[in-house]
């Protein structure tokens, strides 16, 4: 757990035992902690590869189904078009990360983000 996200591993011992510098305890006793953690931790979440915890993914999927029965009874749902969007979909979807601009000088910043000043 350490060596994924340490970070995220301080936060929720902190968080959940008010363990702020856990290098102080034995390692045997920070490992039984680690364990024994929420499923929904940073650090759990991480390991599973989530972004969402299953009370959060299910409020989504129940608010789609309900939006699609909705949707059903209307006119465009009889004919099958303008099908409502998925909340849980676009929660799970992976963005593609872009990479931030590049400035050779604090003057090119300051002119691409406040114009050109005299």
């Known amino acids: 757990m350490i060596r994924l996200d340490e970070d995220a591993l301080i936060c929720d011992l902190a ?3 008010h363990i ?3 290098k102080a305890l034995p390692p045997d006793l920070v490992g039984v902690l680690s364990i024994g953690l929420r499923n929904d931790s940073r650090i759990k979440m991480k390991i599973g590869k989530q972004d969402l915890n299953i ?3 299910l409020m ?3 608010v789609d189904r309900l939006s699609i029965l909705i949707w059903q009874n209307t006119e465009d749902g009889h004919k099958g078009i303008n099908k409502p969007p998925s909340i849980l979909e676009s929660l799970t979807q992976h963005k593609k990360i872009t990479q931030a601009p590049k400035f050779s000088s604090i003057e090119e910043f300051k002119d691409k983000y406040y114009g050109k000043r005299d």
């Open 15 to 17: 968080e959940t035992y």
């Open 20 to 22: 702020l510098n856990y």
């Open 55 to 57: 009370s959060d993914q």
């Open 60 to 62: 989504a999927a129940t």
